[in-house]
């Protein structure tokens, strides 16, 4: 072998060698079967052969970033070692895979780890450590008697139902992290488990007919839902809406025809939904109207008892609102009104109970400030009569009675609390058997069966989470079913109280401030000011809120403030807030503060404010506006640039882009453009001077991870502490139970840190 040859062949052995040397680096994907369960491992291996480093990542756990803090690779054998979970990975490299054996805590399972690109949402590497974290959340020190879990872990039981025949009853129970689906048959007692969670949770469930249950899941909280179906036995499971990126929902569930179902899907266009009617044994679906105008396309879809489309909504230019109703005799939908978007004039139920088939109960504002319900006349597009309205409140819901030939049970609305007004006899009985025993108490029907013998009534106050309790129609009885939180004495919670105040410009503003014993006593406490999410169209409420009962076992206050553009208020009180998000809502949040701090509740010189979606914007904006009012900030899937939040929109929601322009800002317009950069946090870096704490979903569809990546970015290049906690089996908001503990025990410490 000559010399030139021999060169050649040493150099392909040492590039050999380093390929090798640096083949075990990058990402590695494995699952574990533990106990029927599939649990997804992710290792992250970096560094050269001398001098390897590793992570972590458990999906399943909405864990990341766990230090491996041992790896070691030679001979093609691999040894991942993470002490703090007592974790020890063996295996041998066999071209794209590590074939080996996982330990834990005396468990021993065969686990192959598969080489992959990882592509986790957003930068990995902003994130902060689960250690630093976990540091993070220990700063909540003192003895206390409710821990997080007492007021965030999932009850025991809860989302309790009647079958349509009153024989079963139906409910989720925990085990463990798992919540699956049981039924109870009434007469004998037997318990039997109708639907397992697996790896997604179950995010709603209900009965069809007798004998087969829908649920509803999505992937990792992308809100891409899809619906399913079971018998009450477990059997015959079936994903109704199989189709991939696909946003299912159920419109309808047909009574009449026990085995069908309308729900809505965005199958054909994902910008617009169209109707289908579904067989819940089958699968079998048959499209009942095409919705082919993305730029003006049907909004909502009006069906009778029958399966009937009667009516439908459309939007038109993206701030138009146009009904259009059928006419019986020819089979024509006809255009009967034309409203901007922000008016209102919404069918709630066709009237069954009277020869006229063109009579229907709507819910409008067309006439005045304050949604009211009235009888219509569709045919003729005429009022026939009002039937109820508040003077000083929306009005948009009522009850019929299927049963008593759809008869009216009920008017409700929301004031300081929410309001029952019973009309029926049956109802005005239940109303006045919850006022004589339960005193103090608001309720809620949670469901009846179709004979409406049995009825499960919900109890709530702000001291109380929630009780179940049935009600027998025969002996106007109450029986106790399930305490949803029992660990929770109402004589330790705090009080939420109804506030009312003037905004500096003249606007009433309604509101609740929820004061833990020691203000009470008439001790200046710290708070937590919380904006609600939306923010159109959505307000606070009274009642529990285990926040706010969390917060207050610290010692916190905590102030919600409906400012203008909450919804419940008249729509003069909504449009008020019209391109005033970051400025005139932010004031009326503001002038909340002051008026908590004249009351003499708030330390102001200790006083947070803490925000979801829209409230995590308000958060950051909250600490542009006014940096000496607040001491920190927590942003929770919060917005922090209106233009990146703007150019991320889901598909479904650009039809809804003009109306969007008219809450918000107008980005082709130089002014509102402006403006809105004014109100973008991300634009204002240099006016935050306090502590931040963004948190945030990777799979959300409504508010990207970017806007929480870009305000850490530039955050932390101004030097502030800002520790970053992201979930990535999450999406707008956390649903998982784990999650929500992580989430809150960080967020104590946090306060704990500014606040004590």
């Known amino acids: 072998m000559n010399i030139k040859k021999m060169s050649v062949l040493f150099a392909l052995i040492v590039a050999s060698m380093m390929i090798k040397a640096q083949s075990i680096t990058g990402d590695w994907k494995g699952t574990l079967s533990v106990q029927g369960v599939n649990m997804e491992l992710i290792f992250h291996i970096a560094g050269d052969d001398g001098n390897l480093t590793g992570t972590l990542d458990v999906p399943l756990q909405g864990a990341t970033g766990i230090p491996v803090d041992g790896v070691a690779f030679a001979d093609n054998q691999l040894k991942l070692k993470v002490t703090a979970a007592q974790i020890v990975y063996n295996g041998t490299l066999q071209g794209d895979s590590v074939v080996g054996n996982y330990e834990q805590a005396g468990m ?11 592509k986790l949402p957003g930068n990995p590497a902003l994130v902060t450590t689960e250690e630093e974290l976990k540091e993070l959340a220990a700063l909540d020190k003192g003895e206390y008697k409710y821990s997080v879990a007492d007021y965030f872990a999932r009850p025991n039981a809860s989302s309790f139902q009647l079958s349509p025949n009153g024989k079963y009853l139906s409910y989720k129970e925990k085990d463990g992290l ?9 007469a004998t007692g037997k318990v039997i488990r109708a639907i397992e969670e697996k790896e997604e949770p179950i995010k709603g469930y209900g009965w069809i007919n007798d004998e087969r249950l829908f649920y509803a899941m999505d992937n990792g909280g992308n809100e891409n839902y899809h619906i399913y179906a079971a018998d009450i036995d477990g ?61 003006n396309p049907i909004q909502g879809y009006d069906f009778d008892k029958d399966g009937n489309l009667r009516a439908y909504t459309k939007m038109v230019n993206g701030v138009e609102m146009e009904l259009y109703y059928k006419n019986g005799e020819t089979g024509v939908f006809e255009l009967k009104k034309k409203t901007p978007w922000d008016d209102s004039f919404g069918i709630i139920a066709f009237n069954y109970t009277t020869p ?129 939180m029992p660990q929770l004495k109402e004589e330790d919670m705090a009080e939420m109280r109804p506030i009312t105040f003037k905004s500096r410009d003249g606007l009433t503003i309604h509101g609740y401030i929820t004061l833990p014993k020691e203000a009470l006593q008439g001790k200046k406490v710290p708070m937590v000011v919380n904006p609600h999410g939306g923010p159109q169209g959505i307000r606070d409420s009274w009642g529990f809120n285990p926040e706010t009962q969390l917060f207050a076992s610290r010692g916190y206050a905590t102030l919600q403030v409906n400012f203008r553009i909450s919804g419940g208020y008249g729509k003069e009180f909504l449009r008020a807030g019209f391109k005033q998000i970051g400025r005139k809502v932010m004031d009326d949040v503001e002038d909340g503060v002051r008026f908590a701090i004249a009351q003499g509740w708030a330390d102001e010189s200790k006083i947070a404010i803490y925000g979801g979606s829209h409230g995590g914007y308000a958060t950051l904006m909250g600490l542009v506006k006014t940096p000496d009012l607040y001491t920190c900030g927590v942003d929770y899937v919060g917005v922090s640039n209106i233009e990146t939040f703007f150019s991320s929109f889901p598909e479904y929601w650009k039809p809804m882009t003009e109306m969007v322009k008219q809450i918000w800002y107008d980005l082709d317009n130089p002014e ?18 306090k502590p931040v704490y963004v948190v945030q979903g990777a799979n959300d569809p409504r508010v990207n991870i970017n806007e929480s990546d870009q305000i850490v970015t530039a955050l932390r290049a101004k030097g502030l502490d800002v520790p970053y906690m992201v979930k990535y089996n999450e999406g707008h908001g956390f649903y998982r139970e784990e999650n929500r503990m992580d989430f809150y025990a960080t967020m104590l410490g946090f306060l704990a840190k500014y606040l004590k």
Request: zero cysteines; charged letters at 30%.
């Open 108 to 118: 021993s399972l065969p686990l192959t780890l598969k080489r992959f690109e990882s």
């Open 178 to 186: 798992k919540n699956h689906v049981y039924i109870k048959e009434i």
């Open 235 to 295: 059997k015959n499971a079936l994903d109704l809406t199989p189709f991939e990126g696909v946003k299912a929902g159920i419109l309808s569930l047909l009574k009449e025809q026990k085995d069908y179902i309308i729900v809505l899907l965005n199958k054909d266009n994902p910008q617009i939904f169209e109707p289908y009617k579904l067989n819940v044994v089958t699968g079998d679906l048959e499209k009942l109207y095409e919705n082919t105008d993305p730029a």
């Open 356 to 484: 006229d088939p063109d009579d229907a109960y709507v819910a409008t504002n067309l006439d005045g400030d304050k949604s009211r319900i009235v009888l219509y006349d569709l045919k003729n597009n005429r009022e026939i009569k009002e039937v109820f309205a508040n003077a000083q409140y929306d009005v948009s819901d009522m009850g019929l009675s299927r049963k008593r030939n759809y008869e009216i049970d009920y008017f409700s609305y929301e004031g300081e609390k929410s309001e029952i007004i019973p009309v029926s006899a049956l109802y005005k009985a239940i109303d006045e058997g919850v006022k004589k025993n339960f005193p103090g108490k608001i309720y809620g029907i949670a469901d009846y069966d179709d004979d409406e013998n049995t009825f499960l009534i919900i109890l709530q106050s702000d001291k109380l989470y929630g009780t179940y309790y049935e009600y027998d129609v025969k002996t106007k009885q109450f029986a106790l079913l399930y305490d949803l």
């Open 672 to 689: 509102e453009k402006a403006i809105a950069r004014e109100a973008s946090p991300v634009y204002q870096i240099d006016k935050i001077v």
